[in-house]
């Protein structure tokens, strides 16, 4: 049974925050139904951070941050039978998270996408004979839309915290059509804070 | 260092994913890909390629795929004495390629099989036996194989597995199996209200119209769940079901995609198919197999091919505890039918 590939799932998310401008970073286990193991990172860069308060001035707390950013995701995964796949995707998101640093974000992104099979083929010759090759793999644009919860590591108080995000792709051209998937990603982070001096 | 695993871990990913080898053994696993005209179709070997006896499994569909077969180790008796070619089809399964739906046709999957044929005898050797063994439309491909005796003659036998080889009298045939078993299920007071909504239903369809082809073969798709206390499930269960879809090889969305395009392209000519004239240029050794309960289809054309082909050794079997698939309801009888026949053959 393969089921004990679903168990060995862990994710360990490293987050870093680096000054005013709050960039992220994190690198982790990514998987796909079906289970493709893999890793994946990103890059995030806020673009624009809407903060909203609620009392008066001197009881003034924070109700909630909204965030525009841009993430350039990679991701490297593998697929027993078929072929490794890489992708660049950059994807905007948006963000919200409440006072308690609870957070759901989720946005589209397109990039390219890249498989290699490492595998040999027969190639039907004219005269009927055949002749060996190795194939390459396809080169594919990908588009995506992610949606997630969890905490977020750059407002949270705490070094450590989580995140759950399903998403959906489709990958073109496949053959001659689209190539749909869904994929999930959960796992936990520690945050690793470089303050300004 | 973290570059260095980070490398490292792609490295042994790339590693790992090279398949090339093809071997001969009493247990191996050959995987490679065969290239014609634009399909890349995938290729597993398995078993026994040593007892130099290759059974090649036709998959259902069109736009099927032989993964179910190996993963689910529907074949694996059958894998400890011979080699099974587990072949997923153009615009099948995990095929890659561009799968232009206007130009397909029965015979392109005809002559691949041919191809596929001289491959794998020229890499396993010119004494290797071939068999063919066609389940659903891999039954009705393979009938279109074996009426063609210069064709055929690449082969031991052949085993069709509820297949069929006319769709132009589909519904009538259908319809007379529904009655027939529905009527016998309503009086026993089982699953009423379905049953006389598909009769009712079968009756308003009238073959001259593809729709309503495709319709009666959707209907009898869901039969097979009102009969199941009738069935034997032997092969698998859900959490093997579940496996399969999930946690296997097998890649859901791009056998989806594949099924969605190999129907477009076939179904015009495979609901207007009839090589019943044909079937008496059948000589070579068959087997026909088929499920007492297989309402997508029916019992009539497993009697009629074993009936019309010229064969001096043909066999026939109902498996009374199956639906459309006997190799998992009853998973070992099965194999053991087959075994004996290919034994006797090879």
């Not at chain 1, 949270?156 to 998937?181: D, H, Q, V």
């Not at chain 2, 069929?164 to 089982?190: C, N, P, W």
């Not at chain 2, 698998?236 to 090889?249: E, W």
């Not at chain 2, 505890?321 to 309801?329: D, E, Q």
Request: net charge negative.
């Amino acid at each position: 049974m393969k089921w004990y590939s679903l168990l060995i799932i862990f994710i360990t998310v490293f987050c870093a925050v680096q000054g005013k401008a709050q960039h992220s970073w994190g690198a982790g286990y990514f998987s796909s139904f079906p289970i493709n193991p893999g890793i994946q990172g990103y890059y995030e860069i806020p673009l624009k951070t809407e903060t909203i308060y609620q009392g008066k001035k001197k009881n003034k707390q924070l109700k909630q941050i909204s965030e525009n950013s841009i993430r350039t995701q990679f991701m490297a995964y593998y697929n027993a039978e078929n072929y490794l796949g890489l992708a660049l995707i950059p994807q905007w998101i948006f963000r919200i998270t409440n006072a308690k640093g609870y957070q759901l974000y989720f946005g589209p992104g397109m990039g390219y996408h890249r498989s290699f099979t490492d595998a040999v083929s027969y190639v039907l010759q004219p005269d009927g004979s055949f002749e060996t090759k190795k194939i390459n793999g396809q080169n594919n644009i990908i588009v995506t839309a992610t949606v997630g919860v969890g905490t977020n590591p750059t407002i949270r108080k705490k070094k450590t915290g989580y995140y759950f995000e399903m998403g959906g792709s489709i990958r073109g051209p496949f053959n001659s059509a689209i190539l749909p998937a869904v994929y999930i990603g959960f796992g936990a982070y520690k945050k690793i804070a470089k303050h300004e001096k | 260092m973290k570059s260095k695993i980070f490398f490292g871990f792609l490295f042994l990913m790339v590693l790992s994913s090279c398949q090339e080898k093809i071997s001969v053994g009493v247990d191996v696993r050959d995987r490679f890909y065969v290239e014609i005209d634009d399909a890349i179709m995938p290729v597993v070997v398995k078993g026994n390629t040593q007892s130099k006896t290759l059974i090649i499994m036709l998959h259902g569909g069109p736009g099927g795929h032989a993964s179910i077969y190996e993963e689910l180790a529907l074949f694996e008796i059958l894998e400890e004495e011979f080699a099974m070619v587990y072949w997923d089809q153009r615009c099948s399964g995990s095929s890659l390629g561009n799968c232009d739906i206007a130009d397909l046709q029965i015979s392109d999957y005809v002559s691949d099989v041919d191809h596929l044929i001289n491959l794998l005898s020229s890499q396993y050797g010119e004494d290797v036996g071939f068999f063919l063994m066609g389940h659903s439309w891999g039954g009705a491909l393979t009938a279109n194989y074996i009426v063609d005796n210069t064709r055929a003659s690449n082969l031991k036998g052949a085993i069709v597995v509820d297949g069929i080889h006319d769709f132009t009298t589909y519904i009538s045939v259908l319809r007379e199996m529904v009655d027939r078993i529905g009527s016998a299920q309503i009086a026993a007071g089982k699953n009423v209200e379905d049953w006389e909504k598909h009769i009712a239903s079968l009756q308003s369809l009238d073959q001259g119209t593809i729709e309503d082809v495709a319709e009666a073969n959707r209907i009898a798709n869901q039969l097979e769940t009102l009969v199941m206390d009738s069935l034997t499930l032997e092969g698998i269960d859900a959490i093997d079901f579940l496996d399969y879809n999930l946690f296997s090889n097998y890649d859901i969305f791009a056998s989806s995609v594949n099924t969605i395009s190999a129907n477009q392209g076939l179904l015009d000519e495979l609901i207007t198919m009839d090589i019943s004239p044909q079937l008496s240029a059948i000589e070579i050794p068959l087997a026909v197999y088929v499920g007492k309960f297989d309402f997508v289809t029916p019992v009539h054309y497993a009697e009629e091919l074993v009936t019309l082909a010229s064969s001096e050794d043909k066999f026939f079997r109902i498996f009374n505890g199956s639906g459309h698939s006997p190799m998992i309801n009853e998973k070992t009888a099965f194999s053991t039918e087959v075994a004996e026949f290919v034994r006797k053959f090879r």
